[in-house]
């Protein structure tokens, strides 16, 4: 064990030893122990002494320095540190294979650390797709600079101007004599730079050497296997929910049994008894229990008696009713086109003309209302953080994306300095916003506070499926009209989201904990109802959204919060769904439907998406073998009917297209994915293979969501708590092909200045539609509400006399 | 409280605990061992499963005092310094993306593989349908099982 209060020394090399790049290839069980050890050490001496004896406080590492980034050892390894977090799309390993690139060095010789707040800049983690598009220059930046430093000082130890010297693989050597070298590790290994960067901020930092340009770059695009899986396979991983500490204890909470419920008494005599039992932890509404050992935390939690007084109006609809209540609801607030991470959704085609003048005399007139219920996270393990409260600070161990902002969060919460807080991020179930919304930090840090000892928290199942942060419910009214030769000449969507004081990532003041004890936000979040996002040519458009609010926004389960592409799935399930009902209207194949709506614009953006639109369009029909016909076909006879739908959208840059090949059994109402077809374009591929299973998973989860996923509630409480009563895909549901296209549809493909953009959200977006639009294909039959559970399928198709 | 022998991926303990407690938190807590995960604790999603007596059980539902036979978890599963063929295959195949759940889809295949050597594709499905990923790494799941089939694993 360390000393007290610093991170104990197995978790440190538990830490370390997940980074086993050194010992890559076969037998990833001969670990290289030493190597590894040695690069540790001589980290731990660069990034600061202070963090690894861990007695605090902990100041920001300074950005402005390439040693907070870049550690070059004696034995010519390198070790990045970025502010990032990875959640499992293989972000880290891109990062290595974009700085190896520029630094010039082999991608097998560096390791990367992320995401922790003592010793890693603050590049607020993860979120947004931001990884590749945005949050990977400062890194290639600084890479580059160190490079340039180090080319100075070869000439200087060598003798020979820069010009005359070459670098591979982090050796120097004179281009006229290559016996005359010498390597990085001989030039500063185990020393710092000592050099100073500039830069606004940490997005904008810079040396003075230039990036490579893509033809230059060897590791970038090369399909490297990912770094975190061999310890993720062989169970040697030390995860967030793995952190063991001296003199540790658990905490599990005791939730209100209804929304909006006032804590009457605790009869705490029903569980003194219990073994192991510490202490009953109550402040406000907020209750948990504390235990010695794990499973006495979950008896105690289980076994306590708690009165509890009920709101004296219902907090909300129940989910049957949901939709009633949002179509008359009052606005909230009024929304643009969305927060700041979908904000750049917004196409630049809107609004247009005048879709009301033009409605009245259409040739053809179509009008329909779409509801996307809340979906959850849902994460695969709940909510968990240990917090260690030694030597007065604070160290969280958290699996939260955005560990920079929880380091804010929690100290805020906590009324304590940040620098006396520190957030270790570790690896943990999934990530998609749930963890940047992250309840249990704030939770263990109190307690462990109240108490004096580290605790661990960790959320039950019901806890988590029913209290997590809920993708927003939304309703989505749209209108078109079609002119006599079937082209959508005006076109009306308009959202309403039940979205009322969304939260944002790592609130000291809307965190649950802190809503249970009875703080409120004078002015709660506005939320928003996202616009879609397309290239079409629509003459008169006009898109708008407004939020509303359930009746009840505080200590709910309701709680709305980022979800993996935030109301992107929401505004294009109905908007690609209408876009398809008019080219039904108009008995015009909806590929081509769609095609013919952006070729009949000229004008481009910066990043080309009307091109890039067409080109993702063109592959994804290609791929699948697209028979051009107006859906849907004509009704087969059997159980089983078959149809296709494609659905397509852009999230910032990335463009995606998705077809859909679906079963539909007439007789049960079951739909079932066969074949799915997914193009993409996210410019520069950093790591194809990567790329390709963040697309492979995006459009599964898009699946699951089209299909499975809806949280339902009564009028008090959400009544999803399991995978029974919220369920999810499953290894059945996965269809027998899935086909992904990388598609470069860049006028230019092969420009050295293409740049990479975000992918770890886009493909979800449109596989709702696809799915919904493929139903249609199948059954003729329409069905404007997400999931398609086999009840309301049956009853749609039933209802169409099917 | 009281005192249990187990033996766990070839080694005995005997641990001194409620015997009504789960195995998984006996796994966890007092072996170390990090493989086995708390998914629901309800035996829905398959995170904790360790392979007794052939089958991959829910280790989140079985009392500890109730468990006679091997344990085997994610960590007894390679053999001198070698990887067991599955995560060969899930290397290879580049299974997981955040992982949590790979316990369970590695120990549920191995108990499969075990038994089924060369498992049709619906009998893959209809033997992991119980095992859970949020992350969607399905059907790299289940290519990973095939190619480990191929190869002959059992």
């Known amino acids: 064990m360390s000393a007290r209060g610093g991170i104990p020394k197995e978790i440190e090399r538990a830490l370390r030893l997940h980074r086993r790049d050194f010992l890559k290839s076969a037998g990833m069980l001969a670990v290289s122990v030493s190597a590894c050890a040695a690069g540790w050490a001589t980290d731990a001496g660069a990034q600061g002494a202070a963090a690894v004896q861990g007695s605090g406080p902990y100041p920001n590492p300074d950005f402005r320095q390439i040693d907070a980034w870049i550690v070059i050892h004696e034995n010519n390894t390198a070790t990045f540190s970025v502010g990032k977090t990875d959640p499992g799309q293989g972000t880290g390993t891109g990062f290595r294979q974009l700085m190896s690139d520029e630094l010039d060095i082999a991608f097998d010789k560096t390791t990367c650390i992320m995401g922790r707040t003592d010793t890693t800049v603050d590049q607020v983690g993860s979120g947004g797709s931001t990884a590749m598009e945005r949050d990977s220059w400062p890194m290639r930046r600084v890479a580059a600079e160190a490079r340039r430093v180090l080319l100075d000082m070869g000439a200087a130890r060598l003798g020979v101007p820069v010009e005359q010297l070459t670098v591979h693989d982090a050796v120097i050597s004179v281009a006229a004599d290559p016996s005359k070298r010498v390597t990085y590790g001989e030039l500063i290994g185990g020393r710092k730079f000592n050099v100073s960067l500039t830069g606004a901020n940490v997005s904008s930092v810079t040396g003075l050497a230039k990036t490579k340009t893509v033809p230059e770059l060897k590791y970038t695009g090369q399909p490297l296997q990912r770094d975190d899986i061999p310890a993720k396979v062989d169970g040697t991983l030390t995860w967030a929910v793995d952190v063991k500490l001296p003199g540790m204890v658990h905490a599990r909470n005791v939730k209100p049994p209804f929304a909006c419920a006032t804590l009457a008494g605790i009869d705490e005599s029903s569980v003194k008894g219990l073994p192991g039992f510490i202490k009953v932890m109550s402040k406000g509404n907020y209750v948990a229990v504390v235990c010695e050992r794990e499973e006495q935390a979950i008896r105690a939690a289980r076994q306590l008696k708690t009165t509890w007084n009920k709101p004296a109006t219902a907090p909300f609809p129940s989910s049957e009713g949901l939709f009633d209540y949002m179509r008359t609801a009052p606005v909230a607030a009024p929304s643009g086109p969305g927060d700041a991470e979908t904000r750049n959704a917004a196409p630049p085609t809107t609004p247009a003309g005048n879709p009301d003048d033009v409605f009245a005399g259409a040739a053809k007139r179509i009008e329909a209302e779409y509801q996307i219920p809340f979906q959850g996270h849902t994460a695969f393990g709940g909510a968990h953080a240990t917090a260690d409260p030694s030597n007065g600070q604070m160290t969280v161990y958290s699996n939260d994306m955005k560990s920079y902002g929880m380091r804010r969060g929690v100290a805020t919460f906590l009324g304590m300095p940040q620098e006396q807080v520190r957030v270790i991020w570790m690896h943990g179930p999934q990530g998609f916003g749930r963890t940047a919304a992250e309840d249990a930090a704030c939770e263990a840090a109190w307690i462990a506070r109240e108490i004096g000892r580290p605790v661990r928290m960790q959320w039950m199942r019901d806890e988590e499926t029913a209290w997590d942060t809920k993708s927003p419910a939304f309703l989505v009214n749209m209108r078109g009209a079609l002119d006599a030769n079937g082209r959508l000449i005006a076109y009306d969507y308009k959202a309403r989201s039940c979205d009322y004081n969304h939260l944002g990532y790592n609130e000291p003041d809307t965190v649950l904990i802190a809503q249970l004890m009875g703080t409120r936000r004078a002015r709660p979040a506005g939320g928003s109802a996202s616009v879609p996002s397309d290239m079409y040519v629509i003459p008169n458009r006009k898109m708008t959204g407004e939020v509303v609010g359930l009746p009840a926004i505080w200590e709910t389960p309701l709680r709305t919060g980022n979800l993996r592409d935030p109301n992107g799935p929401q505004a294009t399930f109905a908007a690609e769904s209408f876009i398809d009902e008019a080219a039904a209207a108009a008995r015009v194949d909806p590929l081509e439907f769609r095609i013919r709506m952006i070729t009949a614009g000229s004008t481009d953006d910066a990043g080309f998406r009307r091109a890039r639109s067409l080109a993702v369009l063109k592959a994804a029909a290609e791929a699948y073998g697209w028979d051009a016909r107006p859906s849907p076909k004509a009704v087969g006879k059997g159980d089983l009917l078959t149809g296709r739908g494609v659905a397509y959208a852009f999230r910032g840059q990335t463009i995606v297209a998705q077809i859909a090949e679906v079963e539909v059994n007439r007789k049960t109402g079951h739909v079932r994915a066969r074949r799915l077809v997914c193009a993409h374009d996210c410019g520069l591929v950093v790591n194809p293979e990567s790329l390709h299973h963040a697309i492979e998973c995006g459009t599964l989860h898009g699946l699951s969501r089209a299909i499975h996923e809806e949280v339902r509630f009564d009028t008090e409480k959400v009544t999803s708590v399991d995978w029974m009563t919220h369920p999810t895909l499953r290894h059945a549901d996965v269809p027998e092909r899935i086909d992904i296209v990388l598609v470069n549809g860049d006028p230019n493909p092969k420009r050295p200045d293409l740049p990479p953009y975000g992918a770890g959200e886009a493909s979800l977006k449109p596989m709702l539609a696809a799915i919904g639009n493929a139903i249609f294909d199948a059954t003729g039959v329409r069905i404007r509400r997400v999931p398609f559970r086999d009840d309301r399928v049956l009853g749609a198709l039933r209802a169409a006399g099917l | ?154």
Not at chain 2, 19 to 48: E, M
């Open chain 2, 1 to 154: 409280m009281s005192t249990i022998d187990l033996t766990v991926n070839g080694r005995s303990h005997t641990v001194d605990v409620d015997p009504a407690t789960p195995l998984l938190y006996v796994l966890r807590n007092d072996l170390g061992l990090q493989g086995p995960k708390f998914g629901c604790g309800l035996g829905q999603c398959g995170a904790c499963k360790v392979i007794i007596s052939g089958a991959a059980v829910p280790s989140c539902l079985v009392p500890v005092s109730s468990v006679r036979s091997e344990i085997t978890t994610l960590e007894g599963l390679a053999a001198n310094g070698r990887l067991h063929p599955l995560q060969q295959a899930w290397i290879d195949e580049q299974v997981p993306q955040c992982g949590f759940c790979q316990n369970g889809q590695i120990m549920t295949a191995k108990a499969l593989l075990d038994k089924t050597p060369h498992p049709t594709d619906a009998q893959i499905r209809n033997a992991m349908n119980g095992t859970l990923c949020r992350c969607m790494s399905y059907y790299r799941v289940q290519s990973a099982i095939k190619r480990a089939a191929k190869q002959g694993v059992a």
